[in-house]
């Protein structure tokens, strides 16, 4: 069974520093990885998938099979970067995109 | 419309009742998914909509736990004899070709068994 381990349920940095927010996944085939983000009082939105190997908002994320972790990174942390991360990965092998999540991360960036 | 739309916003139950809980989807999606996020869970897949059909619904948690589709648009996912441990925070995400949703998910229906 597949399964995502977001090790760390806060993460606070100050602004201008750099972020890592950790994903460590188990899957016995070849997965498909993604962040979601919820900010404050907004709906949960896909922020990257790493076959797209896209950057957005200063975020990448890049996918590392041998040590089976997809971490997202961001080089200066910004005030609008407070939010809940979530990373997720996909059986897409079985015809739908059932995805499955990790618990996520809740970012505080301080000013 | 312009966005997944979800109700009830919040529903409070007694154990025992059934409840029920709709979403519809983005005009034109034809893949639907339901999702449950206890507290200080992560999301928890439930069942997949193409359509009308349900091929993939290996995530209900119990028998209590049903979902319908119609139309191709509406979905309404019903609970009997609610529990205590279906307190969760209910979502709904559509996608328009059964690929990853991505700005899609609903507000949710946070759901609250007393």
């Known amino acids: 069974a597949q399964r995502v381990t977001q090790p760390e349920k806060l993460l606070s940095v100050f602004k201008g520093a750099p972020v890592e927010l950790k994903c460590n996944y188990s899957?016995?085939?070849?997965?498909?990885l993604f962040w979601y983000v919820q900010y404050s009082r907004q709906r949960l939105q896909l922020l990257l998938r790493?076959?797209s190997r896209e950057s957005i908002k200063g975020f990448t994320a890049d996918l590392n099979k041998g040590e089976t972790s997809f971490h997202l990174k961001k080089p200066f942390a910004q005030e609008e970067d407070s939010a809940i991360y979530y990373c997720?990965?996909?059986?897409?092998?079985?015809?739908?995109?059932?995805?499955?999540f990790g618990k996520g991360t809740k970012l505080s960036v301080i000013p | 419309g312009a966005g997944v739309s979800q109700s009830p916003s919040n529903k409070v139950t007694e154990k025992g009742k059934d409840v029920e809980l709709r979403c519809d989807p983005i005009?034109?999606?034809?893949?639907l998914y339901w999702y449950r996020q206890r507290l200080g869970q992560g999301l928890e897949f439930l069942i997949y909509?193409?359509?009308?059909?349900?091929?993939?619904k290996s995530g209900l948690p119990s028998d209590r736990f049903s979902a319908e589709r119609t139309g191709e648009s509406v979905s309404t996912l019903t609970i009997q004899r609610t529990q205590q441990e279906d307190s969760a925070v209910y979502l709904c995400?559509?996608?328009?070709?059964?690929?990853?949703?991505?700005?899609?998910f609903g507000s949710g229906t946070r759901l609250t068994v007393v």
């Open positions: 997720a990965i996909s059986d897409s092998g079985a015809g739908s995109y059932q995805l499955t």
């Open positions: 899957y016995s085939g070849s997965p498909e």
């Open positions: 790493h076959i």
């Open positions: 005009s034109g999606h034809t893949a």
């Open positions: 909509f193409q359509g009308n059909s349900a091929p993939d």
């Open positions: 995400a559509s996608s328009f070709d059964g690929g990853p949703p991505r700005s899609t």
